[in-house]
T-cell receptor, first 114, second 113 residues
Framework: DGGITQSPKYLFRKEGQNVTLSCEQN?????MYWYRQDPGQGLRLIYY???????QKGDIAEGYSVSREKKESFPLTVTSAQKNPTAFYLC?????????????FGEGSRLTVL | GQNIDQPTEMTATEGAIVQINCTYQ??????LFWYQQHAGEAPTFLSY????GLEEKGRFSSFLSRSKGYSYLLLKELQMKDSASYLC??????????????FGAGTRLAVHP
């Protein structure tokens, strides 16, 4: 079955540590995205990538980094520079073009900073 | 600026009909999406409107008025499993001509017996 796999589902981090969240898709989608969700707020875009070896900052990219070396993979690193990293992180993919807003989401990764 | 507004919470009775409203202000609008998100889970796609009017899909319908910057999601014959958050999202354009979604904060719907 095609889909998006995120790991780990739950992650605890000490302050000052970098962590990397994995996102893999086998939907053959060109576009991939990382969103952050906080209670009572809408999903906010961290980074996006429309093609391999290219990615762009979203609305809240500070303290995060990504890579897109393969079409299937779009890992997100939460660095120690991110001041409030505790959140629910969602990876998504889509086709490009007019229906690019039809996002397919992974199950999410919940990061807690201790 | 870019803004999506929808009510924070709604309650309804099993078997009833509920309408969740959404107003939006975005530049380069291309279409309006609705997603369903159960607690602790990822959002799933419900509907997409690009033209004015009503799109019906089973028990769910979605309406769009581009001139008014307004959409609603209509849920009929409510079931307990419909208790979830409903996210309204409007498209705008990235630089380079790609679509980008702006999400509202979501409407948390509670269905009671």
């Amino acid at each position: 079955d095609g889909g998006i796999t995120q790991s780990p589902k739950y992650l605890f981090r000490k302050e000052g540590q970098n962590v990397t969240l994995s996102c893999e898709q086998n939907l053959n989608h060109d576009a991939m995205y990382w969103y952050r969700q906080d209670p009572g707020q809408g999903l906010r875009l961290i980074y996006y990538s429309q093609i391999v070896n290219d990615f762009q900052k979203g609305d809240i990219a500070e303290g995060y980094s990504v890579s897109r070396e393969k079409k299937e993979s779009f890992p997100l690193t939460v660095t120690s520079a991110q001041k409030n990293p505790t959140a629910f992180y969602l990876c998504a993919s889509s086709i490009t073009g007019s229906r690019a807003g039809e996002l397919f989401f992974g199950e999410g990764s919940r990061l807690t900073v201790l | 600026g870019q803004n999506i507004d929808q009510p924070t919470e709604m309650t309804a009775t099993e078997g009833a009909i509920v309408q969740i409203n959404c107003t939006y202000q975005t530049s380069g609008f291309n279409g309006l999406f609705w997603y369903q998100q159960h607690a602790g889970e990822a959002p799933t796609f419900l509907s997409y409107n690009v033209l004015d009017g009503l799109e019906e899909k089973g028990r769910f319908s979605s309406f769009l008025s581009r001139s008014k910057g307004y959409s609603y999601l209509l849920l009929k014959e409510l079931q307990m499993k419909d208790s979830a958050s409903y996210l309204c999202a409007a498209t705008t354009m990235f630089s380079g001509g790609y679509n980008k979604l702006i999400f509202g904060a979501g409407t948390r719907l509670a269905v009671h017996p």
